[in-house]
C-alpha cells in the first residue's frame, strides 16, 4: 500500500462525510477496525503506550515502531496505515523516515511540542521540510499542533490559540505537510480554520462532543480519535472483571 492511497482518501470529500479514521493499539483491534468497513486506520500513541504498559510519551523509539509493524502486518496490504510518532522521537528526519517505512506505515503524526512545550513554529517547519525531502511521496505527514493544548497564557486563550494555529498550519503546509491536526480545537473553531488552511485538516472527536459527521460539517477532511477506542475497550474489560467479581 502506498502513501498516495492514504492521500487520495483525504481528498474530494463531501462535507459532512470526512475520512474516519480509528486507532487500533494492538494487531486485534486492528483487524476488528478493518472488518468493520474502515479503509484505512491511524494508531494513537498513547492508546499503543497503555498496551505496552508505558504512560503516554514512555515507549522506547524500538517499541513503537515495533507494535506499529505488528498493526501493519495484521491487516490487508490494501488497507494504508499512518502511525502517530508523537515528536519523532528526537531521532533524524532521514533515520525518522527510514524507520517508518521500514514498520510499513504510508503515514505519520508529527507533533510540535516536546515535554508539554510548543517547539519553535520556524524550527517544526524546517524539520517537516526535511521529513517530506527525505520521504518525498512516500509518506503522508499529518502534522500536529499543539497551540490549544500548551499555548500559555492570555487574556483570550482560545484567539490567540486561533491565531497561531493558523500561522503554524500555513508554515506546516508550506513545508510539505499533507494535513494540520489542530489537536483539541473546539468544534466552534473549525469553520475558521478549514477556510484559512489550503489543504486537509484533521480534527479530533472527542466522547462528549460532536460526532465525525458533524465534525465533517464543520470543516473536518479527517477525524481520529486518539486513544477513545482503546479506553472503551479497557472501560468493557474492567465491566467483564466487576461482573465476575460481584
Known amino acids: 500500500m502506498t502513501a498516495t492511497v492514504l492521500r487520495t482518501l483525504h481528498h474530494d470529500r463531501a462535507p459532512g462525510d470526512p475520512l474516519v479514521l480509528p486507532g487500533p493499539w494492538d494487531a486485534a483491534s486492528a483487524r ?28 522506547p523509539a524500538a517499541e513503537m515502531f515495533a507494535a506499529v509493524a505488528r498493526i501493519v502486518r495484521a491487516v490487508p496490504a490494501t488497507v494504508p496505515v499512518s502511525a502517530d510518532v508523537e515528536a519523532g522521537y528526537g531521532l533524524p528526519p532521514e533515520e525518522l523516515v527510514e524507520r517508518l517505512l521500514e514498520s510499513g506505515a504510508v503515514g505519520c503524526n508529527l507533533e510540535d511540542s516536546a515535554d508539554g ?14 521529513v517530506r525531502q527525505a520521504a518525498g511521496d512516500a509518506l503522508f505527514v499529518n502534522a500536529r499542533i499543539d497551540t490549544y493544548v500548551h499555548g500559555g497564557p492570555s487574556p483570550d486563550p482560545a484567539a490567540k490559540a486561533g491565531a497561531e494555529t493558523v500561522r503554524r498550519a500555513l508554515l506546516y503546509v508550506a513545508a510539505g505537510a499533507d494535513c494540520v491536526y489542530p489537536i483539541m480545537a473546539p468544534a466552534e473553531a473549525l469553520p475558521r480554520l478549514a477556510a484559512a488552511v489550503p489543504g486537509p485538516l484533521n480534527a479530533l472527536a472527542l466522547p462528549d462532543g460532536p460526532g465525525p459527521r458533524r465534525l465533517g460539517e464543520l470543516g473536518a477532511t479527517r477525524v481520529t480519535f486518539g486513544p477513545g477506542f482503546q479506553r472503551r475497550a479497557m472501560a468493557a474489560v474492567r465491566g467483564f472483571a466487576d461482573e465476575l467479581l460481584a
Request: no cysteine.
Open 117 to 130: 512545550v510548543l517547539v519553535e513554529a520556524e524550527w517544526q517547519a524546517d524539520r517537516l521540510a526535511a
Open 32 to 59: 476488528v477496525f478493518v472488518e468493520a468497513g474502515f479503509p484505512a486506520l491511524a494508531t494513537p500513541s498513547a492508546g499503543v503506550a497503555d498496551s505496552l504498559g508505558y504512560a503516554d510519551g514512555a515507549v
